[in-house]
């Protein structure tokens, strides 16, 4: 079964690596409905917002793939001084798990 990573309650973050995307000068990647996707890319997992994260399924095939990378930024130059994958990922609500 298929679910719909609906992100009402959490607008303002990736659902794949848990990075708040104002935190580094980003817009909301689903908008402030948090049913709009724009289909940018997060600068970190390079996720693209409304496609490769559409639903909790595709959500955790790409978080494995990030992963898979050693967890490497898309954009390093917006890689935060002293970031942590680990304390990151606590911003993915529960149900993106």
Known sequence: MTTRASRSDHPETCFVCG???L????????GESGIDPTFDYCPCCGVEFGYQDATLESVR?????WAD???????PDKK????????????????AR
């Open 19 to 21: 990075l708040v995307l």
């Open 69 to 75: 990378t050693a967890y490497s930024w898309a954009q």
């Open 80 to 95: 935060p001084t002293g970031w942590s994958a680990a304390e990151q990922a606590l911003n993915i609500p529960s149900r």
């Open 23 to 30: 935190s580094v000068g980003e817009g909301l990647p689903w």
């Open 61 to 65: 095939m790409w978080r494995q793939r």
